[in-house]
């Protein structure tokens, strides 16, 4: 499991994940004042996801993990959904990028499925 710590306090971000197989991802991180919010796009090769609201869960691209062979989960100590432009900044919040092996584990030990 990758941190990735290179988040700002931009409202608007993009950067590319390296995956472990060397293939990148981009991804696109937006801030929404009105809505208290970060939304997401992910592009990888062919597929594009755009406008997923960033949630504190194992895997936000679990919907997606017989496309694609990484994941993108979010956590924090408080439980508290992201709700501020400085939530990555001062690490309330922290993103990580899943390998596919570590998506089949959060599959079985979090899911109950294979």
Known sequence: ??????????PTQTMQLVLDTKELVQFNLRFMPTQ?????DVIYNDISIYGLKVALFPNLL???????????????????EPYSIEDFVNNRVRMFLLTKQEVEEV???VFNEQ
């Open 1 to 10: 499991m990758q941190i990735i710590t290179q988040i700002t306090n931009k």
């Open 36 to 40: 208290m919010s970060w939304f997401c």
């Open 62 to 80: 679990r919907h997606f993990r017989n496309m694609i062979p990484f994941g993108i989960g979010f956590a924090a100590d408080d439980h508290v």
């Open 107 to 109: 599959e079985s030990v």
